[in-house]
């Protein structure tokens, strides 16, 4: 079981045979990665810290989304634009750039957390929608939804990135109609809607909610992945077919985000019109049964629904995710399924365990938003350097955007550390 690249390797060190596309591909035919990372915006993660957020909070928070996800637009197009120009993903370009062994482990450590708190997100997730659904245990849907992942994964490798892509992006409208259909029985307050476009707090809970949010909105696995999906995708661009394949990158990430961007803010909203005051709420589990009472059994139905899609199509993108991160800083090719036990494993153990799951959801989400700045800064800098983009390195204010992006969700992670300590 292998995952291909288009550079004639694969995850697991089998090879194939490069193929071009074509140079005469439609605009239409060269969206779909974006389409892929997106997923990650859509995890499990997502749903638990944005109904918690809109459970809790009402509208308090609706430009936290709005903003996070018009930094992950910047981001994603900097990680695909890499990707396009180079031939190379983030972390092979970081394995090779980085030429301290130790220093290099070091930083796959903490990337290798950030795949484990990711995984946390999306198998607990599909535990959960399988339980709603069908009633099974939480340890057997963990691993259902693992095994499902691997499934996937193998898509990719047997079918290519395009087949892969379709089956994700299919997912990714079940996700869309399965947590959007509550918004339209239920519409929120515009009013409230439009209040929460003001940047503000109200104490720490609100901090760490807005920090869980960010990590589960501007993920630093999705960095990582799109690199590789254009890579898998396109190989490296030169020449005039270049800046046609980043227009289309450009219109790819958009679509993406855009997608991405309305599903989250519509879960706020439905959580803040239908579940706020509701008692019970705080929990996925919860929240399912508030909404079979307050829009009926149909609407909990393809909530439920969009929660197992979620998970399904993000622990592949996940899984994915980590084992590019170990072949490019590690510089080794391991077997798929071990490598999907490294951080599987894990997930599964905190199911077994008894702890909250959807605790253990907005936990991961706050790991994540932890990990932002180890990914972003890298990207932000090997954007920037023409050395290594040629003509298409970052213009300033391209830069500039993501110094200031950097600095405010590293801003965030430390307030929130501060009040967390000092029990504020």
């Not at 957390?113 to 939480?138: H, K, R, S, Y």
């Amino acid at each position: 079981m292998t995952l291909r690249t288009r550079d004639s390797r694969t995850v697991d060190g089998a090879r194939e045979t490069p193929t071009a596309a074509p140079s005469g591909t439609r605009l239409a035919l060269l969206l779909g990665p974006a389409l892929v990372a997106g997923v990650a915006y859509l995890d499990p993660g997502n749903v638990a810290s944005n109904m918690s957020a809109g459970a809790r909070y009402g509208y308090l928070l609706v430009w936290v989304v709005v903003g996070a996800n018009a930094i992950a637009w910047l981001v994603q197009y900097l990680s695909a634009k890499l990707g396009v120009v180079t031939g190379e993903s983030l972390p092979s370009i970081l394995g090779r750039r980085i030429r301290s062994r130790w220093l290099r482990r070091a930083y796959w450590l903490q990337a290798e957390a950030v795949a484990m708190a990711t995984d946390v997100a999306e198998i607990v997730g599909g535990a959960i929608a399988l339980n709603l659904l069908f009633g099974l245990p939480l340890l057997l849907g963990g691993a259902i939804t693992g095994a499902v992942s691997l499934v996937l994964l193998a898509l990719h490798g047997r079918g290519g990135a395009r087949a892969f892509e379709r089956v994700v992006i299919g997912l990714v409208a079940v996700i869309a109609i399965g947590f959007c259909a509550g918004v339209v029985v239920s519409p929120p307050s515009a009013t409230g809607v439009l209040g929460g476009l003001v940047p503000r707090f109200e104490d720490a809970g609100s901090v760490l909610l807005a920090a869980s949010v960010l990590g589960a909105t501007v993920m630093p696995h999705a960095i990582y992945a799109h690199s590789a999906l254009t890579r898998d995708r396109f190989g490296r661009v030169e020449g005039a077919r270049l800046p046609r394949v980043l227009r289309a990158t450009r219109i790819d990430v958009t679509v993406a985000l855009a997608i991405a961007g309305t599903v989250n803010v519509a879960i706020l909203v439905l959580a803040a019109a239908t579940l706020q005051g509701v008692g019970g709420t705080e929990t996925l589990e919860g929240a399912h049964a508030a909404l079979r009472t307050a829009l009926g059994p149909v609407v909990a139905t393809l909530f439920a629904v969009g929660l197992l899609a979620s998970g399904l199509a993000s622990s592949s993108v996940g899984a994915y995710a980590g084992a590019e991160i170990m072949r490019g800083l590690l510089r080794v090719r391991i077997p798929l399924l071990l490598r999907r036990a490294v951080t599987l494993v894990p997930a599964l153990a905190i199911v077994a365990s008894g702890v909250e799951p959807t605790l253990a959801l907005v936990i991961s989400q706050v790991v994540l938003s932890f990990g932002i700045p180890f990914a972003l800064i890298p990207l932000a800098v090997l954007t920037s350097r023409r050395a290594v983009m040629g003509a298409s390195a970052n213009c300033w204010w391209t830069t500039v955007l993501a110094v200031v992006a950097v600095a405010l969700l590293s801003t965030l992670n430390v307030v929130l550390v501060v009040l967390l300590v000092s029990g504020g």
